[in-house]
């Protein structure tokens, strides 16, 4: 029974490596596919579309694994169409070669903390912490750079990082025996998708949609409509 509980314990971070790898796939292709047959806001609703058919089926996950697969595969392929509407607004031309390249750094990135992971289990928290603080320094790094130089290398490096940062969070909690590694990693990619949407979303409307939060307070919002 030990011995088994130790094999699933080192197989699920495995899992979640994978997952991660298989997900960056769908993520360049589906987006190289949507933005070639959406325009702006269709690759988004198109994206929210298929994860909401995502739900249904990450629900039925306790009555077979399988599903949570699919809930995966379907929110990786979301993800995709989503991100095609920022291309499609940007005007960018996608580079297959360049986003491949721009995915090398997240991956490289969860590879050591898997490595890690294996070795040293008892501080799994700990090195998983690690990779989403030097992810986050990444994502920063990205974005400046994207602003400055411009290019699908670095603005497609930072989806990409977003992207694996949850699986570095999927891959903290899940090396548990009491955790349903598969649940978790299609919980994740709903997170992903959600999050990556939110900055679609917010660069294709150019900020819009922070007025409806008053961002700035109530009283800077008042001073604005008496401009108005």
């Keep these: ?21 298989v997900a960056t796939g769908i993520f ?3 987006t190289l596919f949507a933005t070639s047959v959406c325009t702006k806001w269709y690759g988004l609703l198109i994206g929210v579309a298929l994860m909401l058919v995502a739900i249904p089926i990450h629900c039925q996950g306790e009555k077979s694994k399988v599903y949570y697969v699919l809930s995966f595969l379907v929110n990786s392929v979301a993800n995709g169409f989503s991100l095609s509407a920022f291309y499609n607004d940007q005007n960018e031309a996608l580079n297959v070669g360049e986003m491949l390249k721009a995915c090398v750094l997240p991956i490289a990135l969860l590879f050591v903390v898997f490595l890690l992971v294996q070795f040293f289990p008892e501080i799994k928290k700990y090195i998983c912490i690690s990779g989403v603080v030097i992810g986050c320094v990444m994502l920063v790094a990205f974005i400046v750079l994207s602003v400055k130089q411009g290019g699908v290398f670095f603005s497609f490096g930072f989806f990409a ?9 999927v891959m903290g909690v899940t090396a ?40 700035g307070g109530g009283e800077s919002s008042k001073k604005s409509k008496r401009n108005k």
């Design 28 to 30: 360049i292709f589906s």
């Design 176 to 215: 548990n025996n009491k955790r349903d590694g598969l649940r978790d990693i299609s919980f994740g990619s709903f997170g992903a998708f959600i999050i990556i949407s939110i900055v679609v979303l917010f660069v294709i409307s150019d900020g819009e949609i922070l007025e409806g939060f008053d961002v």
């Design 161 to 169: 990082i977003l992207l694996s940062l949850f699986s570095h969070c």
């Design 1 to 21: 029974m030990t011995n088994t509980k130790q094999i699933n314990t080192n197989l699920k971070p495995a899992i979640v490596f994978l997952s991660s790898l």
